[in-house]
């Protein structure tokens, strides 16, 4: 976080992230307009439900168990879709927030039906409700003008203006093969896409708006943006099968200005 920051412009009048996921330089900068984004519907189904019932999303996060048959149980909510359409954006919101919580590393992860798939987590005291962050969220989205946007990350920067800023924290390109991991939702985020993504720089670029994207050191990544300032940082990687590989890595921070 202290590296992107550091490489954020001191001014720009709308902030644009269409890849929000956890939303931790969203929250970092808090700009006072913003228009984020994310394809991960039960993403922006929480963001939206702690915009609007924040208390109702308490209370219901306050009847979880940390017990791993419950824990399967509410995971297995999405593999009856009758059921799981009949419930409320503030019950869908609480078992995502509480898988999330519970689950394995806080892996959000889908398989090829779009159904949550991380195993139980088996944690002592996971903070399950966690009332101050989530009424500190509600409080921000309310008091800022915050445009919440679930598609394509191209739309989400439909009608971006000259003086905006966009930030990219797109899936990462693999370090290697058995690396691949995209399986935040289902469709994946293949090479393909890291192109359409590195078109999509270009074009910001040609209407004179500034971008800065995170993404993997890899030599794939090096190439696709050789034409664009790049900033090599080391950055934690908490998940992987092998706890010795876990630690310091290198990333990439590219951007269209100085």
């Given amino acids: 976080m202290p590296d992107i920051l550091k490489h954020v412009p001191g ?3 709308t902030y644009y992230e269409p890849f929000l996921g956890g939303g931790a330089v969203l929250f970092a900068l808090q700009p006072r307009r913003a228009v984020v984004n994310d394809i991960n519907e039960e993403l922006i189904n929480v963001y939206t439900v702690i915009r609007d019932h924040v208390e109702d999303l308490v209370e ?7 017990k791993a048959a419950y824990f399967y149980e509410i995971r297995g909510k999405d593999r009856d879709k009758n059921t799981y359409g009949k419930m409320s954006g503030v019950e869908k919101a609480s078992r995502i ?20 798939n991380t195993p139980f987590g088996r944690y002592k005291n996971p903070n ?14 309310n008091k800022a003008k915050i445009t919440l946007k679930c598609g394509d990350f191209k739309k ?16 990462y390109d693999p370090l290697s093969e058995s690396a691949n991991f995209t399986g935040y939702n289902r469709g994946g985020f293949d090479r393909n896409e890291q192109f359409r993504l590195k078109k999509l720089c270009d074009q910001l670029s040609n209407r004179g708006v ?28 908490a998940v992987n ?12 921070l590219v951007k269209n200005y100085a």
């Fill in 241 to 252: 099968s092998r706890g010795d590989k876990r630690g310091k890595v290198d990333e990439v």
């Fill in 60 to 66: 219901d996060l306050k009847k979880h168990e940390n």
């Fill in 97 to 116: 927030l509480y898988l999330n919580k519970t689950c394995y590393n806080g892996l959000f992860r889908v398989n090829q039906q779009g159904e949550f």
């Fill in 210 to 237: 500034r971008f800065l994207l995170s993404n993997s050191a890899t030599d794939f990544i090096l190439e696709l943006y050789k034409n664009y300032n790049i900033i090599t940082v080391q950055a934690n990687r």
């Fill in 156 to 171: 989400a920067v439909q009608g971006i203006r000259k003086g905006s800023f966009v930030y990219f924290d797109p899936p």
């Fill in 128 to 141: 399950i409700v966690n009332e101050t962050t989530l009424r500190a969220i509600s409080n921000y989205f």
């Fill in 11 to 13: 001014k720009f009048s």
